[in-house]
């Protein structure tokens, strides 16, 4: 089947420590996506990569880092450094041509105390 | 500017009545596509249709159709027959000529049986 995956679906953290989200596509796609979501709120972008070993800082990069070393993989750190880690994390990626509607994985809630 | 404006936080529909979901975008590009998505309570988003800014005529997948207004930049989810599984939020999205998303705030709905 094909899809994207992320894990783990729940993740608690201690204040001060980097943590790194798992998203792994199967779809053949170009193109990978990190949003955050808050509570009652829409989806904002934190990072997207249109190619391996390239990507591009979204609207809220700031705390966060991303690598794209194989075209499946496109794991997220959220470092100590972001200050309000809390919130509900969704992987996305769509093909660079057509319509590029973007597929999404069952995400990551994270929780920082 | 907001890209994406959804007005409607919320929203009531009786069970096989039809209903309207709002959107309004805001894009100087000639080229984009317009997205609707749906979200359930267990987070993962689904993609439900999808209008190009050079298409004719407006999109239908089943039960769901785009009513795209292009003058009036405004690209409204319509869902006949309206079943309980239809509540959820429901997220309007526009992709411009760059791989880039922007997402609106979203419309919660609840289904009345």
């Known amino acids: 089947d094909g899809g994207i995956t992320q894990s783990p679906k729940y993740l608690f953290r201690k204040e001060g420590q980097n943590v790194t989200l798992s998203c792994e596509q199967n779809l053949n796609h170009d193109a990978m996506y990190w949003y955050r979501q808050d509570p009652g709120q829409g989806l904002r972008l934190i990072y997207y990569?249109?190619?391996?070993?390239?990507?591009q800082k979204g609207d809220i990069a700031e705390g966060y880092s991303v690598s794209r070393e194989k075209k499946e993989s496109f794991p997220l750190t959220v470092t100590s450094a972001q200050k309000n880690p809390t919130a509900f994390y969704l992987c996305a990626s769509s093909t660079s041509r057509g319509r590029r509607e973007q597929y999404f994985g069952p995400g990551t809630r994270l929780t920082v105390t | 500017a907001q890209k994406i404006t959804q007005t409607q936080p919320g929203m009531f529909v009786q069970e096989k009545e039809a209903v309207t979901l709002d959107c309004t975008y805001d894009?100087?590009?000639?080229?984009?596509?317009l997205f609707w998505y749906k979200q359930p309570s267990s987070g993962e988003m689904i993609f439900l249709i999808y209008q190009g800014s050079y298409d004719q005529q407006n999109a239908t997948e089943g039960r769901y159709s785009l009513n795209f207004q292009k003058a009036r930049k405004s690209a409204n989810l319509v869902i006949s027959a309206s079943q309980l599984g239809d509540s959820a939020m429901y997220f309007c999205a526009m992709r411009e000529s760059g791989n880039q998303f922007y997402f609106g705030t979203g419309t919660s709905l609840t289904v009345i049986p």
């Open positions: 894009t100087s590009d000639p080229s984009y596509g």
């Open positions: 990569s249109q190619i391996v070993n390239d990507f």
